[in-house]
Antibody, heavy 122, light 110 residues
Framework: QITLKESGPTLVKPTQTLTLTCTFS??????????VGWIRQPPGKALEWLAF???????RYSPSLKSRLTITKDTSKNHVVLTMTNMDPVDTATYYC??????????????WGQGTVVTVSS | QSALTQPASVSGSPGQSITISCTGT?????????VSWYQQHPGKAPKLMIY???NRPSGVSNRFSGSKSGNTASLTISGLQAEDEADYYC??????????FGGGTKVTVL
């Protein structure tokens, strides 16, 4: 059974760096084809894709946020970490990590974490 | 990249069929078969309903179907049920090797 869970601070100040950890089980990020993505959703608004990392360490980022994002994986700990620099109140959102559907193309996330709420405020 | 365009809301009566559109460009929806659809109930994480334009994950009702024509993908829900009331989002792979979501559609069961 595949599960994912996001963790990190619930409150960050403007200009600070956000670090979120996705801890997963039921799969290995060293297996060919496996990938994990990060998606966020501001309150009352739409989903926004942020970043993605493949088993081979190939990484993809949202063009509009690329300069602020870094995604890494720790295969031994079953972790994927997302960092976002220079946080702003508009970055207030629920942040999700999700597992890539094993046989689908990029963007088909079949298992999602419960999400973690991040508020940016001074 | 711009978000894919979805209608803000769609409604239907129980038992009816409804269709939600998702319009992009030749650089995303029109250029690839990698369109997905998600259902999201309030306060819950999204659930994958359709992937690769028309494939249903295991466990998803066959009342949900997907298709694509040109730069527009569609999700059809047949035999509408009260439990289908939710927000629906499309997503597509893009020519930049990235992903883009739609603005979301609120489905109301009358």
């Amino acid at each position: 059974q595949i599960t994912l869970k996001e963790s990190g601070p619930t409150l960050v100040k403007p200009t600070q760096t956000l670090t979120l950890t996705c801890t997963f089980s039921g799969f290995s990020l060293s297996t060919s084809g496996v990938g994990v993505g990060w998606i966020r959703q501001p309150p009352g608004k739409a989903l926004e894709w942020l970043a993605f990392i493949y088993w081979d360490d190939d990484k993809r980022y949202s063009p509009s946020l690329k300069s602020r994002l870094t995604i890494t994986k720790d295969t031994s700990k079953n972790h994927v970490v997302l960092t976002m620099t220079n946080m702003d109140p508009v970055d207030t959102a629920t942040y999700y990590c999700a597992h890539r559907h094993p046989t689908a193309g990029l963007g088909a996330f079949d298992i999602w974490g419960q999400g973690t709420v991040v508020t940016v405020s001074s | 990249q711009s978000a894919l365009t979805q209608p803000a809301s769609v409604s239907g009566s129980p038992g009816q069929s409804i269709t939600i559109s998702c319009t992009g460009t030749s650089s995303d929806v029109g250029g690839y078969k990698y369109v997905s659809w998600y259902q999201q109930h309030p306060g819950k994480a999204p659930k994958l309903m359709i992937y690769d334009v028309s494939n249903r994950p295991s466990g998803v009702s066959n009342r949900f179907s997907g298709s694509k024509s040109g730069n527009t993908a569609s999700l059809t829900i047949s035999g509408l049920q009260a439990e289908d009331e939710a927000d629906y989002y499309c997503s597509s792979y893009t020519s930049s090797s990235t992903l883009v979501f739609g603005g979301g559609t609120k489905v109301t069961v009358l």
